[in-house]
C-alpha cells in the first residue's frame, strides 16, 4: 500500500512545495548575504556557514520529496550504505542520546537515492530518540544482492497493538509513528525493498533489506 494515492500525493506535494520552497529560498538568500557581512574571524561565521549548509540541505531534500511524491522520480546512484550511517551519527554529536555505527561491513554499496536514503535512515534515528531511547545503534550489511541496515535502541519499543499499522497512517500522534514511517516505507518500497519491526528483547529493532538492482542486472556483486 503506497502512503498516499497518487493523485493526492501530487496534491499534497504542490502544496508543500508552494507554502516551503519561497520562504526557504528567502531564508538561503538571507544567511548568505549576513556570511558576506561577517569577518573569518567571528565566532558567528562557523554557526552561519552551519545554518547555511543545513538549510542547503534541506533545500535539496525537499526537492527530492517534492520529486518523489509527484512522480514516483528518484534520482539514482551509487552509494554507500556505510557512509551514510556514519553521516548521521556525525549530525547528533553532542547530543544527549548515543548514536553509533557498530561493527559490521566497511563498505555496503548500492544504487538508489542518495537524499532519500538518507533521510529514511535519519528518520529511523529521529524516531527512536523521540520515544525516549538514550542509545541509537546502526548495523550495515551485505548477503548477495541484498543490502540492509538494522536500526536498534534501548528506547521502550512499540507497543503490540500498534505494530499492525505502524508503516500504515499517513499521519498518527502516537510516539515514533505517523508521517515518519510511513515515508520510510514508501522510499523503501520504491526502491524494490522492505522495511520491517525485527522482535527484540528490547527498545525496538528495524530493519530495512534493500536489493542492489545494477548489480544484479550486471550478474556480480559490487565489490566493496
Known amino acids: 500500500m503506497s502512503l498516499i494515492k497518487s493523485n493526492k500525493r501530487e496534491r499534497l506535494a504542490d502544496v508543500i512545495g508552494h507554502e516551503?520552497?519561497?520562504?526557504?529560498?528567502?531564508?538561503?538568500?538571507s544567511v548568505s548575504v549576513s556570511m558576506e557581512m561577517t569577518d573569518v574571524g567571528d565566532p558567528r561565521a562557523t554557526l552561519l556557514t552551519r545554518a547555511f549548509d543545513?538549510?542547503?540541505?534541506?533545500?535539496?531534500?525537499?526537492?527530492?520529496?517534492?520529486?518523489?511524491?509527484?512522480?514516483?522520480?528518484?534520482n539514482c546512484e551509487e552509494l554507500d550504505l556505510v557512509a551514510i550511517a556514519h553521516r548521521i551519527c556525525d549530525r547528533y554529536r553532542g547530543h544527549p542520546a548515543e548514536v553509533k555505527v557498530?561493527?559490521?561491513?566497511?563498505?555496503?554499496?548500492?544504487?538508489?537515492?542518495?537524499?532519500?536514503?538518507?533521510?529514511?535512515?535519519?528518520?529511523?534515528?529521529?524516531?527512536?530518540?523521540?520515544?525516549?531511547?538514550?542509545?541509537?545503534?546502526?548495523f550495515c550489511e551485505r548477503n548477495g544482492f541484498e543490502c540492509a541496515l538494522h536500526v536498534s535502541d534501548n528506547g521502550p519499543g512499540v507497543p503490540y497493538e500498534m505494530?499492525?499499522?505502524?508503516?500504515?497512517?499517513?499521519l498518527s500522534d502516537r510516539p515514533g509513528g505517523g508521517l515518519g514511517l510511513a515515508l520510510c516505507?514508501?522510499?523503501?518500497?520504491?526502491?524494490?525493498?522492505?522495511?520491517?519491526?525485527?522482535?527484540?528483547?528490547?527498545?525496538?529493532?528495524?530493519?530495512?533489506?534493500?536489493?542492489?538492482?545494477?548489480?544484479?542486472r550486471n550478474g556480480a556483486e559490487i565489490q566493496p
Request: charged share 20%; glycine share 8%; no cysteine.
Open 185 to 216: 516505507r514508501d522510499v523503501v518500497e520504491s526502491h524494490g525493498g522492505t522495511i520491517v519491526l525485527v522482535p527484540s528483547v528490547r527498545g525496538a529493532v528495524f530493519k530495512v533489506s534493500i536489493p542492489d538492482r545494477a548489480a544484479n
Open 163 to 170: 505494530r499492525e499499522d505502524l508503516f500504515e497512517s499517513p
Open 102 to 138: 557498530t561493527v559490521g561491513e566497511v563498505s555496503v554499496r548500492l544504487h538508489g537515492d542518495p537524499v532519500l536514503l538518507e533521510r529514511l535512515v535519519e528518520n529511523l534515528v529521529e524516531n527512536a530518540i523521540s520515544t525516549g531511547a538514550s542509545q541509537v545503534e546502526m
Open 54 to 74: 543545513e538549510l542547503t540541505r534541506i533545500s535539496t531534500l525537499l526537492t527530492s520529496y517534492l520529486d518523489f511524491g509527484r512522480s514516483g522520480v528518484m
Open 20 to 29: 516551503l520552497r519561497n520562504p526557504l529560498a528567502s531564508a538561503v538568500a
